[in-house]
């Protein structure tokens, strides 16, 4: 098990170097770089600013600096906000996003578990029609639309009521991250159902359900213990990297309702070609899917007897 | 096939679960119901930790923002709520370069000479002031103080000033000291920067040379970059300084208390600032920092925010709400700007000129852009640029231009018989990813092609790398767009000098050359304010650029809140005259 989990580190540790290396001479091969403002800077300015982000330095030698700073941990000053350390960055807006991420994967998790029964469960009938339908829509609808159109939807309501029922946008408060979460985990949610109900219906018709009724076992039982515990597995296979992606995916949630989180700055990053933040929260965010991945390998080990991590 | 493989793929099941085992299904309803019962237990479970987690997340996220219950408009406190469009990039004074930032530095910060609610130059610390030929003397007011309550004097300028130039703070915008003696020396590390041209006489009077005559200083001290900085206060930051609320020192109406980054500010009004003119609301709140007009559009909606911009497609829904639209212009003018570089088929003057006859601006705004606040450009200089007496465009009108398809096709078939083409080659055209632009150039893309049967090949890059390939040169056309440093036509006269960086065409003449030193040196009004119009004349002789449309913001207020201030120069926003006024409901 330790020995598992330790193989499994290192080679997590060879994968997050790789995604720096490919990341930083990919990133320093765009056309273009940070120091570009739509006003022209003079010879004498620009070579100000290279020096002073240590730009002037040959490429291979600026990746070896960047290795080292990165190995202590230290990822640079931002180019964009010139006055904050993406550490801070990293510190102060990555805990937003994970708690959006969180609740939106519970939501989505939960949502697509439930769903995903219920449709196997009534499947060819009323309610499995409904929730498949929905399903689609959730998976088709792009989430600006969703996030957008529930946005609005708080406006109408709080209109109506002429109360503040909901925030329409910010953060703080336990108010401020419902909807927002809810739009997130949604498209995750769909597909979770999608993959829960297939799941549920390869095991509805597996010998052991057969074995289990014919032996008489009590159906809430059957359901439970057989059917359930074992058509969760490809979910929670899942689970991890959608944890990952629900967190570094949040950038247009987070424009339309105006939260702090760190996938703004993702994107906006890649856009102002802000170097030291690519790299920070590319590598921050390879080393958190990474883990994630490694986390639910371990976590499958308890799950299902069938899986020995030794 | 009992059972369906692979991962969802829709209807897949559906139909692997058809007649053959409808029979076992009907026949189950006794396992559905009790294993539905189950299911609605676990239900009921999952929906109670959900709310406990929620709950639990709630009480880790409670401190990193604003509590949301703040309404646009605040009269018990006297505060008003605002939104901000991306969170201030560089808040150290000497340093900023952007608009957002130019915002919030407007209402912390004054300099010597500040903007008055009509958008004049008004005593700022400087009481009052003397501007030479060869230097300029300002003479400070004794109650400007610094948020600490101490006097701001004339050394906090002398440190700030030098500190731009120092090529240790590699201050991008330096180069609005190189007015200054020595400013540009000291920038390039070959003087120290003691040896600016600015001197403290004493507390109260502070004495500037030249490096050559520049009768718009004034309006030059009025820009971020020349703002006070504190000596002590800096140092005492360990390099901090501007990074966070309470690494800065305020000497403007308002300091601010609170800044969750990305997120929120607070801005109150400090005690300290010595007039009463500006400042007048106790509590500015930037509660929301999103560049998303529909988010704000609903925020405004929601009486959350006391105003926001409206864009085009916003315009019927505001007008059903019968609310108030304002229009205000922001200075900027867009324009193609030419690559007039040897070899590119742009340097070829009878081929721009051919360009210029086969459009209109104002076609491209009233049936192309279709913003209510845009104005179509005819000119280099924008609308609201001063003359001697009046606007600059009265005293000196642009050149009456007309489409003319036949003076067009000759200017085409002299530019082809000079360049000894057979056939133009596809023309690129750069453009940034913004909306007008994309509109702008696939207009274009279509006229040029109808009209004088040109191959336009369209280039969209996103901002950087657009400005890469506009300093490489590699475009022919580009589409560009200037906004204004201080209210002065310099700020556009200067573009297409040849030493002017700015101009990423290569545009080179002598006459122009000639024509914009006259105007960066001359001290009689009439004289340079008639060098304006000769520069005028010759962008739209020599085809330097094709101007296509001044921007200009259409916005609503709430109508509780009187004078905030829109303006092409200074912040594009500016609360400082923003009151309450419930008396008009």
């Given at each position: 098990m330790w020995w598992f989990i330790g193989k499994r580190l290192i080679q997590g540790l060879i994968t997050v170097w790789f995604i720096a290396t490919a990341t930083f001479f990919a990133m320093h091969n765009v056309p273009g770089d940070p120091l570009l403002n739509d006003r022209a800077t003079t010879p004498i300015i620009r070579a100000n600013l290279e020096a002073k982000y240590g730009l002037d330095k040959p490429l291979l030698t600026q990746y070896f600096i960047y290795l080292n700073n990165i190995a202590h941990g230290d990822f640079g000053i931002s180019f964009a906000q010139e006055n904050r350390e993406v550490n801070d960055i990293i510190r102060e807006h990555f805990p937003v996003s994970a708690i959006l991420g969180v609740l939106a994967v519970l939501i989505a998790a939960v949502g697509g578990i439930l769903w995903g029964s219920l449709t196997a469960l009534y499947r060819n009938r009323m309610p499995d029609y409904i929730i498949m339908f929905l399903v689609i829509l959730g998976i088709s609808v792009p989430s600006f639309v969703i996030a957008a159109l529930s946005q609005l939807g708080i406006v109408t309501i709080n209109q109506l009521l002429g109360i503040n029922f909901l925030p329409v946008a910010g953060w703080g408060?336990?108010?401020?991250?419902?909807?927002?979460?809810?739009?997130?985990?949604?498209?995750?949610?769909?597909?979770?159902?999608?993959?829960?109900?297939?799941s549920m219906l390869e095991i509805v018709y597996s010998d052991f359900v057969r074995t289990a009724k014919s032996k008489g076992v009590p159906p809430a039982r059957i359901f439970a213990r057989h059917q359930l515990r074992n058509a969760v597995l490809p979910v929670i296979t899942v689970l991890g990297p959608s944890i990952a992606a629900i967190t570094t995916g949040g950038f247009v949630v987070e424009i339309v309702f105006a939260i702090p989180g760190l996938g703004r700055f993702f994107v906006e990053a890649v856009q102002q070609l802000d170097y030291t933040v690519i790299m920070g929260t590319t590598v921050f965010y390879g080393a958190f899917l990474v883990f994630m991945v490694i986390l639910v390998d371990v976590i499958y080990g308890f799950i299902d007897p069938r899986v020995r991590l030794s | 096939m009992l059972s369906p493989k692979g991962w969802g793929i829709l209807g897949a099941d559906g139909g692997a679960m058809?007649?053959?085992?409808?029979?076992?299904?009907?026949?189950?309803?006794?396992?559905?119901?009790?294993?539905?019962?189950?299911?609605?237990?676990?239900?009921?479970?999952?929906?109670?930790?959900?709310?406990?987690?929620?709950?639990?997340?709630?009480?880790?996220?409670?401190h990193t923002g604003n509590n949301g219950n703040d309404m646009a408009v605040d009269i018990e406190n006297n505060a008003i709520t605002i939104a901000l469009r991306e969170e201030p990039p560089q808040l150290d004074p000497g340093r900023s370069t952007d608009a957002s930032s130019g915002v919030v530095l407007a209402h912390v910060f004054e300099g010597l000479i500040n903007y008055d609610e009509e958008a004049q130059l008004t005593p700022g610390v400087a009481e009052r002031w003397e501007i030479r030929e060869d230097g300029a003397t300002f003479w400070l007011r004794d109650n400007a103080r610094w948020s600490d309550g101490k006097v701001v004097t004339a050394q906090d300028f002398v440190f700030a000033w030098?500190?731009?130039?120092?090529?240790?703070?590699?201050?991008?915008?330096?180069?609005?000291?190189?007015?200054?003696?020595?400013?540009?020396?000291?920038?390039?590390?070959?003087?120290?920067?003691?040896?600016?041209?600015?001197?403290?006489?004493?507390?109260?009077?502070?004495?500037?040379?030249?490096?050559?005559?520049?009768?718009?200083?004034?309006?030059?001290?009025?820009?971020?970059?020349?703002?006070?900085?504190?000596?002590?206060?800096?140092?005492?930051?360990?390099?901090?300084?501007?990074?966070?609320?309470?690494?800065?020192?305020?000497?403007?109406?308002?300091?601010?208390?609170?800044?969750?980054h990305s997120s929120s500010m607070l801005w109150k009004k400090n005690p300290y600032y010595w007039s009463d003119a500006r400042g007048f609301v106790d509590e500015i709140r930037t509660a929301y920092i999103t560049n998303d007009d529909n988010a704000k559009l609903n925020l405004f909606k929601d009486s959350k925010i006391v105003e926001t911009h409206l864009s085009s497609p916003m315009l019927?829904?505001?007008?059903?709400?019968?609310?108030?639209?304002?229009?205000?212009?922001?200075?900027?003018?867009?324009?193609?700007?030419?690559?007039?570089?040897?070899?590119?088929?742009?340097?070829?003057?009878?081929?721009?000129?051919?360009?210029?006859?086969?459009?209109?601006?104002?076609?491209?705004?009233?049936?192309?852009?279709?913003?209510a606040s845009y104005l179509p450009a005819v000119s280099l200089f924008p609308v609201w640029i001063?003359?001697?007496?009046?606007?600059?465009?009265?005293?000196?009108?642009?050149?009456?231009?007309?489409?003319?398809?036949?003076?067009?096709?000759?200017?085409?078939?002299?530019?082809?018989?000079?360049?000894?083409?057979?056939?133009?080659?596809?023309?690129?055209?750069?453009?940034?990813?913004?909306?007008?632009?994309?509109?702008?150039?696939?207009?274009?893309?279509?006229?040029f092609r109808d009209r004088l049967g040109l191959e336009i090949r369209i280039d969209t890059q996103i901002f950087k790398q657009r400005l890469q390939k506009m300093t490489a040169g590699d475009f022919d056309i580009v589409l560009a767009g200037w906004g204004p440093d201080y209210d002065d036509a310099l700020t556009y006269g200067d573009l297409f000098a040849s030493w002017n960086l700015q101009n990423r065409g290569r545009y080179k003449s002598d006459e122009m050359d000639a024509l914009i030193k006259k105007a960066q040196t001359t001290l009689d009004k009439v004289d340079r304010v008639a060098t304006f119009g000769k520069i005028q004349q010759l962008v739209y002789d020599d085809a330097v650029i094709l101007p296509m449309y001044e921007r200009g913001w259409t916005y609503v207020v709430n109508p509780?809140?009187?004078?905030?201030?829109?303006?092409?120069?200074?912040?594009?926003?500016?609360?400082?005259?923003?009151?309450?006024?419930?008396s008009s409901d």
């Open positions: 408060t336990i108010y401020h991250m419902l909807v927002p979460a809810l739009v997130l985990g949604l498209s995750t949610m769909a597909y979770l159902t999608r993959l829960m109900r297939s | 058809s007649d053959s085992h409808k029979a076992l299904i009907d026949h189950d309803d006794n396992f559905t119901r009790s294993a539905g019962k189950q299911l609605a237990v676990y239900a009921v479970y999952a929906v109670l930790i959900l709310a406990a987690v929620v709950y639990l997340l709630s009480l880790a996220a409670g030098r500190r731009v130039v120092d090529p240790a703070t590699a201050a991008e915008y330096a180069f609005f000291l190189y007015p200054i003696k020595n400013g540009e020396e000291i920038n390039r590390g070959e003087l120290p920067k003691e040896m600016l041209g600015v001197r403290a006489v004493n507390d109260r009077q502070l004495e500037v040379e030249f490096s050559r005559p520049t009768p718009y200083f004034d309006k030059l001290v009025a820009w971020y970059t020349y703002l006070p900085v504190r000596e002590d206060f800096y140092n005492s930051r360990n390099g901090r300084f501007g990074a966070d609320a309470d690494e800065l020192l305020y000497n403007g109406p308002y300091m601010i208390t609170e800044w969750v019927p829904d505001a007008m059903a709400e019968k609310w108030q639209i304002d229009r205000a212009m922001d200075g900027t003018v867009f324009f193609f700007e030419f690559n007039h570089r040897p070899g590119r088929i742009t340097s070829n003057l009878n081929f721009r000129k051919a360009l210029l006859f086969a459009q209109e601006s104002s076609e491209l705004v009233y049936k192309a852009l279709k913003e001063e003359g001697v007496n009046g606007k600059f465009r009265e005293e000196y009108p642009p050149p009456n231009h007309h489409m003319d398809l036949e003076k067009a096709r000759h200017y085409l078939a002299l530019a082809k018989e000079e360049l000894g083409l057979d056939e133009f080659p596809p023309i690129v055209m750069l453009s940034g990813d913004q909306p007008a632009s994309m509109v702008s150039a696939t207009y274009y893309q279509e006229l509780q809140v009187k004078g905030i201030r829109r303006r092409v120069v200074g912040p594009e926003v500016d609360y400082n005259f923003a009151r309450i006024d419930v």
